[in-house]
């Protein structure tokens, strides 16, 4: 069984940061892409930011210049940097891996994290 763990959300004030990490575990044998994707109250879940195995990155236009994801590949971990944090990034923070175990190819959810940035 594949986990997908999230931590280090938060409450943090408008212009502060936070830094999430997620980290996966469990008969994996590879890990294609790795992400964050968001889900404010009542919308639907967005992508936020998504790194591939090689290192190249993808960001929502609403994060780009503020948010910075980075990957461990020998610890099978993701992180996000939020810098300059707005009351628009409230949202449950979900981490998303594209991952091969011996059953195949399969896409992989943590349970979320909260981040609440106060005004």
């Known amino acids: 069984q594949v986990h997908v763990v999230e931590s280090g959300g938060g409450l943090v004030q408008a212009g502060g940061s936070l830094r999430l990490s997620c980290a996966a575990s469990?008969?994996?044998?590879?890990?294609?892409?790795m992400g964050w994707y968001r889900q404010a109250p009542g919308k639907q879940r967005d992508l936020v930011a998504t790194?591939?195995?090689?290192?190249?990155?993808n960001y929502a236009d609403s994060v780009k210049g503020r948010f910075t994801i980075a990957r461990d590949n020998a610890g099978n971990t993701v992180y996000l940097q939020m810098n300059s944090l707005k009351p628009e990034d409230t949202a449950v923070y979900y981490c998303?891996?594209?991952?091969?175990?011996?059953?195949?190819?399969?896409?992989?959810w943590g349970q979320g994290t909260q981040v609440t940035v106060s005004s």
């Open positions: 998303n891996i594209e991952a091969y175990t011996s059953l195949g190819k399969n896409n992989y």
């Open positions: 469990g008969p994996i044998m590879k890990i294609n892409a």
């Open positions: 790194i591939s195995s090689g290192g190249t990155t």
